[in-house]
Structure formats: C-alpha cells, structure tokens
C-alpha cells in the first residue's frame, strides 16, 4: 500500500510516524494531512535505508538540491561530494538530473549514499538512450519512455518528475499566444519536440493510467512537472503556463484516486508581485496538493547570484503557502554547479525556507531565532555559531576578525550597542 | 537655497535636472516630487564633485554601502579600496561608519574619491572624541555634538543620520513593554546612554531646530535614525519602534516646514509578513518621506549571510513601497566587513533593488529583464553577461566550465532546451 491508501484507510505508518516526530504533530495529524492529499512522503518501497521526510501544509518547508553529471561535465566522485555537501548544509531531499556518463550507475550511487528522498526526471535516461542508439529524441517510443520510469521505480526512487501537462492543446495556447523564452524546461523540451514531430499527444498524459500503476506500485510520489514554466519575467503566469497547471490539476485528482501520492511543480521567472497569485492558482486549480517551486527567480539578469534571486523569490512563495523549495545556484544559466555553488545554492535556500517559516510563525523556527536573539544579547558567541545557519562559516568569520574585548566583535568593538545599554535594561518581562 | 526650497519656490535646479535625466522623468516632475517631500536630492552645497542622485517615490530604489574603520581595524587603504568596489558593483551612495584612528582624516579622503552622495553618523565622532578626552559617553555636551555635525556638514557631508526620536518618552515606552535585545543603534545607544545617566532630554530632539539651522545652510539632508530598531525577529514592530516613529514623523514635518530635506530610517530585523505593514506605518506616519531601510532582515540565524537575509526583505519592502536600501554584508553580527564582504553586500542589495523595481513595473528594470530574456532565447552569450549584475563574475563562470558546442552551457549541453524548440516557436507576435 502507498502511503496515502494506508491513510485513507486509517492506518499510521512508520514513516508518518517519523514525520510527526521531526515536526512536532502526532501521528494522526499527519495520517490526516496524507489522507487529504496535501502532504506527501515520498518513501518508495524499496528505497533501503531512507529517512522519511513530510512535504506539506503544517509542516516545515522542505529545500531540494539538483545534482547530477551533464554531457560537458561527466565527474561521478565530484557528483558524490555535492551530495555530502547538500546534506551538510541540510537538503531535505534531491535530485539525480544527470544526462551525462553511466546514468543508470550514479543514480544508484547517489540513492546509496544518503537517507534523503531521492528524485529523477526519468525522461533524461530514456531520451539519452534514445539519442545514443537511434541518434534523434523524436525516436522516443512510450513503451521504452515507461520501460525507464519502471526500472527507476524499482531501483528506490522517491519521486519522479513527469511532464504529465505538456499537451497539444497546452502548446495551442503557447502558439496563440507567443512567448519570449518559449520552452526553459529540458523534459518540457523533449516531449515537445517528440509530439510536435509526429503530430501526437504526449503519452504521459495519454496513459497516464500506466503511470499511475508503476507509482501505485513502488509508492513512487509523482512531481507533475510544469514544462512550460515561463523562462523570463515577461512569460510569467501567462495562458500556456495557466493552461498547464489546470491539466495538472485534474491530473493530481486522478493521481491522489488512484491512492498515488503526487505534488506539483512550479515556475520558474517570476516576479516579486506575482508570486503570491501563482501560489493561491496552484493551491486551488490542484486541491491544495503540496506546491514544489523552482525558485521562483524575481529578476532574469542575477546570473551568477541566482542563488539570491531564488531565495528572494523562495521566501515570499513560502509565505504565501509554497512547501518545497528547489534550490538555484549561482551557476544556473552559466554552467554545471560545482562543489561550492550546491553549498552556496543549499544554504541560500535553507534562508529561505527558513524565513518563510519564522514569517509562518513556525513554533520550531521562532524558537530558534529567539534563542538567537538572546545568546545576541547575552554576547554568547558559542551559542551565536551554533545556531547559525551555517556554523562553520560563522565560527570562520569571527576566528579572521577577532577583537581586543573579546565579549564584542570587531564591527563595534567597545562601542557595542549592545553592551552599552546592558546596564540600564533587565530581561524582557 | 536648498533643494527643497528651491523646489517650493518653483525653481528647477541643475541637481533636479541631473536626476531627472537619469530616471526618465521630465525636470519639472522631479522638482514637483521634492517639493513635495517624497524625493530627496542630497548634494550638500559645499560637495564638489558630486553626481547627484534622487531617493524617493516614482524613482529607482537606491542602494547605500556602510564602510569605515572600526576600534579593532583601522586600515585607511582597505576603506578605499571598499569604497572603489562599492562604487564598482553599482552603489547609489555610502556612509562612512569609521569609529577607528582619524576619523576627519578618513572621511575627507573617502569623499573625495567618489562623485557618490556620503553620509555620516555625527555622534560617532563626537563620542569617540569625548571618549578619548574625557574617558565616558557621559561627558558629551549637545554643543560639541552640534559643533561635530556643522564641521562635518562644512566639508561637504550630503546626510546625515541623527537620532532624534530618541526621547524619554521613547525610552519610558521601551521600558514599559521590555524587549529582548533592547537597543542595537550605536547612535541609539550613545544618546541612551547619555540621557538616562543625566536624566536630560536627547539634545537632537530638545534643540532640533538647531539642527534644522545647520541643515539648511549646507542643504544637509537629515536621515531620521531609527536608535530603536529592533535587533531581532521577536522585537519587530514592537511599541517602542512605533513610538519612535511617530515621533520621526513629527520631526519630518517640521524639516520639511525649515525647508530642510529629510528621509526617514527603518528597521532591522523583521518578519517577512510585518514587512509591508512596516512600511505602510512610515509612509503614513511620515507624510510620505523617502524611506531609508536597513536590511530588513527576515532571519536572526542568517550570521555569515547576512546580505541574503537581507536582500529577502529589501525585495519586499522595496516592492510595498521603501526608497532606500542600505546593503548589510556576510559579516554582519560577526565582524567589520572585509572588501570581498562590501562588492558581495552590494551585489546582493543591487539584485533586491532591481528585482522590487521590476514587481513595481519601472521600465528601465522590466527593458533589462527583457533585453536578458532575448539574449538567452538568441544564445548570445556576451549579451548575457554584459546583461548580468555582475558581468566580472558572469563572463569568469562562462570561462571557467567551457561546453563542447559553444552556443550552450555546461548545464545541459546539447540537450538545452531553448536550443531544442528554437525551430518550433519563431518570435513572440
């Protein structure tokens, strides 16, 4: 049984169990937010030595890292230090998107390697075996294209990013309308060359009953991806990307009665003053299934600091009821990220996350910034450290700078506000 | 004649000009906007060398870099060079913060080096001279801190932050409601200090319009400090901030009414949902003066990010209507920044400036978001960089992570997705 059969039926699973205890809800909670579609955990069947982790309403928001070898880069040890460095930096999950080298071998590396939820976009090895035996993606055959999202779904993998919504008349509507940056999304790219070559429909959302009898199967979590999420700030929310989110509705209505567990992914480029529309759209085209966001990026010229614009964009969509963010590197638009952009990307959005659920007013989160605000107060540096969001970052900032009064930092240094009013204030009443 | 009262009296000045060239607006719009308070030109009248620039509503958002030395550091050339890459990752303006070695000194050879508005904190110099003199904060006297603001207001200081809402009727309200990290303003802390050892009024208050006087003769711009922002997410939005405020409030109208320009400066650290309230308060409480926001920070934990945390709030409080951000860098909390720390903190700031500019639909941003979509969508790479925040940054990525086929990236390589449905989709209609 999935997780969300076992919760309609009433029963608590171990893994819902462990959910309830990393956030602080009973077990019934949390059987109930499965049963209703609106949380998910995403723990194939034979995923050996998972941690499960809950993505969802009233829970805490989750942060994803994208991983994984491209055709230019092909280095599987340095595919294995991002994974160790996305975990220390405290990734909920990730994704495997390699499209260069043994796909098959690093996936099964990767999904060994940690007790994070592992996703793939199964799209990429089977278009890659295409192109490598047949010499064209328009060789793809459905057959071949299900044969791959099975043997992933065996192998362990959580959850699978399936451009369910690209449809012939999904991309009537991006053709009426015209767009800047067209297609950003690889898969989106792929099923759309494929369907507008042989002039037919996307087999996912053709048989998408085969999909839901593999995910069934192995409790594989479908992530209905949003191929046509807008590229550029002046594609956001426009006709095709609405277009596609409606078909991911009803198609996250057929996932949750078939007891498969599903989420939906989101765009992409938007900007600061639409984000909060996009997040209420999904929540209700999709009956409130949990919402996986890919930044949103607020501006399309940060290359090289996308990070930073994801953050921006992560933190107001988590406002706004967002559960799961992706994270964006600096790297993304420019190259394959390395070691310290994944670093960099996870902790930029681990900020996110975070504020989001101080903003929230998450118990868990609102405790931590308090006891951060009082270790400020009492000038307890130790304290200070740990409890940042990255500590071996804040302990090596106040090691290269250390003041004359050690009580202090080097910004203030006897001048302190802090130290200075000390006297005249207690402890808040 | 200041540029307030040159405004009121219809005259548009060579400063309004300037501004109005750079933002797209006609000379007489900028004039009927200061005239009106909700712009400030701040171009101290003894300031050779200065490219005026314009804060407020219907402009661009600014971004201002706080250097200087510190008890613990003080490196002139390193504050040069601070200032160099401030002004080089796009800067609008900086203040010198220096609290270390010769102060006069360091602020003269950073105000000639840049043709950037500068700003001070008076009282910092004014202490630290009592403080050297005659060993406590206590034996300050209102007229050596007049006698330091006309001094530095002499040689050419375009604003200058003063304290003046720090009152005993501010401070009985702190006292009442308790808080946790109290007061984090040096300059709030200073004049705290101060007024509950001599149980005395704060001087900027009680003799305002001496400091009115010497505003207008320089053409001074007065920014409001904020000596009770909160230090923490828990203090945010509290009694104590919005007594300030009101009082702020009162002091801009009666700035205005001498013909002295004046802005008004904001918390800190606040939750992303008390953001756009945070700034609804100002605008009404200040009839509307330009605000000057410093972070705001939506995390307490961010210590070693401090400039993401940031950069998360200043998006939005730029969007729901701020003026003004001042940067915070990684080492806020932490330490004195170092040159890396100021280029990083501006980048950041630049990027929540341009991306609020783009939710508020200034052309000048959506025209460059949408000159970088079209590169991408035309793979032209050179564009993309000259395009990005930081084209340094962006071109040494591109060079660093070289593809096989040169019109992609080493991200997807041939399987690019605008590559692959460029032939599908021609330009937008």
Chains 1, 2 share one sequence.
Not at 364 to 390: G, H, N
Request: charged share 25%; proline share 4%.
């Amino acid at each position: 049984m999935t997780q969300l059969e076992s919760a309609l039926k009433g029963i608590v699973t171990p893994e819902m169990s462990a959910v309830a205890a990393d956030e602080g809800h009973t077990p019934e909670d949390i059987r109930r937010l499965v049963a209703q579609g609106v949380v998910v955990i995403p723990a194939n069947v034979n995923h050996k030595g998972l941690k499960p982790r809950g993505i969802g309403a009233g829970l805490t928001i989750k942060v994803n890292a994208n991983i994984g070898t491209s055709y230019d880069r092909v280095n599987v040890d340095e595919e294995m230090d991002k994974l160790q460095v996305a975990v220390e930096a405290g990734a909920d999950a990730f994704m495997d998107l390699s499209t260069g080298g043994d796909i098959a071998d690093v996936r099964r590396r990767l999904l060994a390697a940690s007790d994070l939820p592992m996703g793939t976009v199964p799209i990429y090895q089977a278009v890659i075996e295409v192109v490598q035996k047949h010499g064209g993606i328009v060789n793809l055959t459905a057959d071949h294209l299900f044969d791959v999202i099975e043997r992933q779904a065996e192998e362990g993998v959580d959850f699978v990013t399936v451009h369910c919504g690209v449809t012939q008349e999904t991309l009537k509507r991006l053709k009426n309308q015209g767009r800047e940056t067209d297609i950003v999304s690889r898969g989106g790219a792929f099923l759309t060359t494929w369907m507008l070559y042989h002039k037919k429909e996307n087999p996912l959302y053709e048989q998408y009953d085969r999909l839901l009898d593999i995910a069934r199967k192995y409790d594989l979590t479908l992530s209905l991806g949003d191929g046509l999420r807008p590229g550029c700030i002046a594609d956001a929310t426009d006709r095709a990307q609405v277009q596609e989110l409606i078909f991911l509705g009803e198609l996250s209505d057929a996932a949750r009665q078939a007891g498969v567990q599903v989420m939906i992914e989101g765009p992409g480029h938007v900007p600061l003053n639409q984000i909060e529309t996009n997040i209420q759209l999904e929540k209700k085209l999709c009956g409130g299934a949990p919402f996986y966001v890919l930044g949103p990026l607020v501006t399309d010229v940060a290359s090289g600091y996308d990070h930073i614009a994801c953050a921006i964009g992560g933190t107001l969509a988590g406002l706004a009821g967002a559960d799961f963010l992706c994270y964006v590197t600096p790297a993304e638009h420019l190259k394959l990220p390395s070691v310290q952009d994944v670093r960099d990307g996870v902790i930029a959005s681990k900020i996110a996350a975070h504020a989001a659920d101080v903003a929230r007013g998450h118990p868990q989160a609102l405790a931590r910034d308090l006891a951060m605000a009082r270790a400020r107060k009492r000038l307890d540096w130790d304290e200070q450290i740990r409890l940042s969001v990255d500590p071996i970052n804040a302990a090596a900032c106040r090691r290269e700078s250390y003041p004359e009064e050690e009580d202090v930092c080097t910004m203030c240094g006897p001048y302190c506000a802090i130290k200075l009013v000390k006297e005249y204030f207690g402890e808040k009443k």
